[in-house]
């Protein structure tokens, strides 16, 4: 792999408002797109006090979802880097409303299921889109707009936990299911339509302090290479135990007996859940630009490796402090903080290394990884149920996090490095 420095930035011929244009169509779609993963937890205990399933059944409808909003992720990629976002993004919009309105009639698990399969491609649609056209237009700041772009997902359902809670509790998880899922659909239809891929000689040369690929590596090449499956299995144990805790966040504090208890919070009286799931939307939200950022300054390897520390210490901290509200809700907080930015760090880090051509395509392949990782979802409730408690699960994020903070700084950079000097 041949790559060099860029050491001079040509004018990009799209105008700034072009671009961030672009950057904020794409942001606006993954907020609409964001309750179907970061509001499920709502309707986990709705779901399971309506039809008696139990919440490790339920919660396989959250891994079919993620597996399906990932793994397709790549052969959507391959569409939209021939035939351009518009249409992949319009079929998305189109699937997330089918499947939340499947959801709101469900009466069996299989139902549920197909649901949940529905809603994850086209998910996965408008997210692997969304963030390969950020990452087309701004390769002199990928990681800031990549986590932008990502940060509509995270921090997209914080606007709206409390409506989606109060529509649940006044006309039941039927409803918030039909018109959440109506609305959020139509919005994504309707902003494909500005979509666009750039074209020749439009973006700027990609950022001056990183080495960057100069081969447009194919996908083929990609899953040839062991930097790829290196940073695959980094992602999966970061992603499982952030996905535990996305969807487990709400049982969690039922089992800590803190869901309905109330806390003022800069003078906003609201229950314990209702408070962590706000505060953990918009703190998931904001790590992805901000540590992207971070990584456009001092390196992706060496921002994982901070990162990822401080993760495994959240994981601790809520299982040692996490019992009572306000420290629930810190250490809560801390976890969605520190695990959202692989949706900007990874990526980014995927384009500096096999190249700009490939870009949606390529990263959509390491994206499969969150899928891989959505099935420890159900194994952590399972470990819960048969031990009663949830202290191993936090034990085992923690470490899971530790560990992929090492191989960051010490496996992955040494390798990254090599192969990018390369002659």
Known sequence: MTTASTTVASEATASPTTRWGQLLAG????????NLQYGWTLFVDPI???HHWGTAAIQVAFSVFIATETWLVPIEGWFV????PRVVVAF???LVAFAWAIDSVASSLSVLYIAAAISGVGAGAVYGTCVGNALKWFPDRRGLTAGLTAAGFGAGAAA?????RDVILAFGYQSAFLWFGLGQGLVVLLLSRLLRAPERGEAPKPAIRLTQALHDSTPIEVLKSPIFWLLYLMFVLVSGSGLMATAQIAPIAKDFHLSDQEVTIMFITATVLSAALVVDNILNGLARPFFGWISDIIGRENTMAIVFTLGGLAYWGLGAFGHGPYMFILMAGLIFFTWGEIFSLFPATCTDTYGTRYATTNAGLLYTAKGTSAWLVPLASLLKDYTGHWSYVFAIATIMNFVVAALALFVLKPMRRRALLRP
């Open 48 to 50: 399971d006090q309506a």
């Open 160 to 164: 709206t936990v409390v409506p989606i």
């Open 81 to 84: 880097d021939r035939f351009g």
């Open 27 to 34: 942001i606006v779609c993954m907020v609409m797109i964001a």
């Open 92 to 94: 998305g919009g189109i």
